[in-house]
């Protein structure tokens, strides 16, 4: 794309990528906080309850409220810790987290000569063309998946520090989790990567706008990608390390105070930064023609690359409404779906999404061999096709729910025994909508 469009680089570009970089760390900071209330609204609206709505105007001041609370809550240690590695698990929670936004184009070039002459003059530049990003990385797609990766690593380390088994055991549950998702999760990054032939964010975006989105394209892929990104952000249905049902709070159950929230915090931070990759790699970025090349050429428009800040504003704002959008139904998801059990959890990696990753990536190849890619969602309608028919002959797990006979239960008796298992309550017995107050005393709850 650089041979196509000369780029200025240089000081001009250094400057848009700082102010780019301190912008939307702040924009996200706020998000991440803001991200809370809405998932505590999201929640209420879907459990049909009010949600936080004391504090401020309509609660729009409980983000600063939750704030306070964790900076004055007690910093605890635990017997035993390791005070280090137990401090430091958070912060290697959150610095990837934060690190990995800054390849994402939140717009297109910007035309620095349509800027007013004021502010070219106070930063000391002439007209050029630069990127609106805060690292122009050539495999900036590789960066974010490394640098996000490494967030593991702080809660497994928080988990082991804790001197604590739940958290011990909350932290082996995340190590598990990262290594079994990131093979599907990094077999459909490739997917796109063939498909577009470029590991450059920007190169990624205007492919899409040239043919179509990727989800259009591929969406299995999509769907894949998307629910490898919740497991990597442990979020429902897969918070297997926190799974407050069975391990108390998971790898951050002895952590209190700032602590704590440093690792909610970074919670939050892969949502949104996974969302804004989901965005970039499947919904075409800023763009809004999601068909592109698969409709006729009258109705084949986009936004255009390169344009002056009234343009570069419409690109951020399409691409942040992408972001929330994606945020959002994230969290609609979290209230909808029951968690899995592990054993679930690692059967649908490595069995389900594993081999099924494996069959796109093959059918990617063969259209990139034949030079075909704009045709790549015959290819994932074929793909579907083999799994529906190979599904009936893949081998059976024995059903693990299955109910297991206890000698001398009800549903077990021993050799010549009569049990009886209609219940004979009359209340039971009685349909009808009212019982008769006479059969005795029945619950009220």
Not at 221 to 250: H, Q
Not at 264 to 284: K, N, P, Q, R
Request: charged share 10%; hydrophobic share 50%.
């Amino acid at each position: 794309m650089n041979s196509i469009i000369p780029l200025t680089g240089g000081i001009p570009q250094l400057i848009v990528n700082v102010i780019v970089i301190v912008v939307m760390l702040h924009v996200l900071l706020g998000g991440c906080a803001y991200g809370v209330m809405l998932e505590r609204k999201l929640s209420a609206w879907m459990q049909d309850r009010v949600g936080p709505n004391r504090v401020g105007p309509k609660g729009l001041l409980q983000p600063i409220a939750d704030g306070l609370k964790f900076i004055m809550k007690e910093e605890h240690t635990p017997h035993g810790a390791d005070a280090v590695l137990f401090t430091l698990g958070p912060g290697l929670t959150i610095i990837p987290a934060m690190a990995a936004f800054v390849i994402i184009p939140w717009g297109g070039i910007l035309d620095l000569g349509s800027l007013p002459s004021a502010i070219t003059s106070f930063l000391g530049i002439g007209p050029s063309l630069v990127k609106v990003v805060g690292a122009n990385l050539n495999v900036g797609v590789i960066y974010l998946i490394a640098v996000t990766s490494l967030g593991v690593y702080g809660v497994a380390l928080g988990g082991w520090a804790s001197n604590s088994k739940f958290s011990f055991l909350g932290g082996l549950r995340a190590s598990a989790q990262m290594i079994s998702y990131e093979i599907p999760m990094g077999l459909c990054l490739l997917c796109v990567i063939l498909i577009t032939g470029s590991l450059e964010p920007y190169a990624i975006i205007t492919h899409q706008q040239q043919f179509s989105w990727n989800v259009v394209q591929q969406p299995l892929a999509a769907i894949l990608f998307y629910t490898c990104m919740l497991a990597e952000s442990n979020r429902a249905p897969f918070d297997l390390a926190e799974a407050e049902s069975e391990l108390v709070g998971g790898f951050h159950t002895e952590y209190s105070s700032m602590r704590f929230a440093m690792f909610f915090l970074a919670e939050y931070f892969h949502v949104i930064t996974g969302s804004a990759f989901f965005a970039l790699l499947f919904l075409g970025g800023w763009s809004v023609n999601p068909f592109g090349g698969l409709v006729p050429a009258s109705w084949n428009w986009d936004l255009p690359l390169v344009g002056g800040i009234g343009l570069i504003i419409l690109q951020m704002a399409i691409m942040l409404g992408k972001t929330a959008f994606m945020v959002s139904f994230t969290m609609a998801i979290r209230w909808t779906l029951p968690r899995f059990r592990f054993d679930q959890l690692m059967k649908l990696a490595w069995q389900g999404m594993i081999p099924v990753s494996i069959l796109l990536l093959a059918s990617a190849a063969v259209m990139t061999y034949y030079g075909i890619t704009q045709y790549m969602w015959i290819a994932t309608g074929g793909c579907l096709a083999i799994i529906w028919i190979a599904f009936p002959f893949m081998p059976r797990q024995e059903n693990p729910n299955r109910r297991i006979p206890i000698i001398g239960s009800r549903f077990s008796p021993l050799p010549d025994e009569r049990v009886v298992t209609a219940s004979s309550h009359p209340i039971a017995l009685n349909d009808a909508a009212i019982p008769d107050p006479r059969q005795g005393t029945m619950s009220i709850h």
